[in-house]
């Protein structure tokens, strides 16, 4: 295919996804050491190497939502909205995390009926867990909560951590919409968040659409994302 047929998106998603399959390598090696330092009872490597870890999952997860933007906004992304069992959803996206917040000594609690089950796309919400948790673990002190139930003919996602909270600048108006701009100071570009919300509204029943909320409070405090869909 001549080079000029290639726009620059797309040239873009292609880079994305090889860094994507490199990453992955590179985790899988991490967490290969990091097994092998919890063998020899090694806390200390295993203390540096955890946010480290959780650093490269989370740009994994970054370098996956941008390409089902990418997918999304091309409108080749195959929308799958089937029935799910909402605790398998939560429970596979704990697995992915489950070494980092071992690594940092975080509780997590779950509240989910095991008869719980909606319908929506399964890979785009457990991005949405993910995201969520990546974004729990940077501020959390040491407990997260992950709560699902459905209320009202909508199903209510929460994860709620124990940390300071959303600044009062995220929370004024529509602070996911605020948070969509660059910080070079902190290095957000607001990705997490415009994901997830673009997810949430994707999931739609007749006039009703998804949102994504944050706000502070919750069981422990702290900050609260909190996605419902209908």
Known sequence: ?????????????????DMKNSLNIQVNGLESIATACRARVDNETLA??????????????????????YKLGKSIYPMDIAEQSVADVIHEALLHNRSVMEFKGITIE????????WYFDRDLVTGILLNALNNAYSYTHDRIRIAASIKAGWLELRVEDNGRGYPGA??????????????????????????????????KNGDRTGSLIIENGG??????????LP
Do not use: W
């Not at 080079?3 to 994305?16: C, K, Q």
């Open 219 to 228: 069981a422990y405090g702290g900050g609260c994302f909190v996605v419902r």
């Open 48 to 69: 540096t190497l955890g946010p480290i870890i959780h650093e490269a999952h989370r740009m994994n997860a970054n370098l996956i939502q941008l390409l089902s933007l």
């Open 170 to 203: 995220m929370l004024q108006g529509d602070g996911v919409t605020t948070h969509k701009g660059v910080n070079f100071s902190s290095g957000s570009t607001g990705l997490g968040f415009y994901f997830s919300s673009r997810v949430a509204q994707m999931h």
């Open 110 to 117: 779950v509240d989910c009926n095991e008869g719980c089950y």
């Open 1 to 17: 295919m001549p080079t000029d047929d290639i726009s620059f998106t797309d040239f873009i998603a292609s880079s994305i996804h």
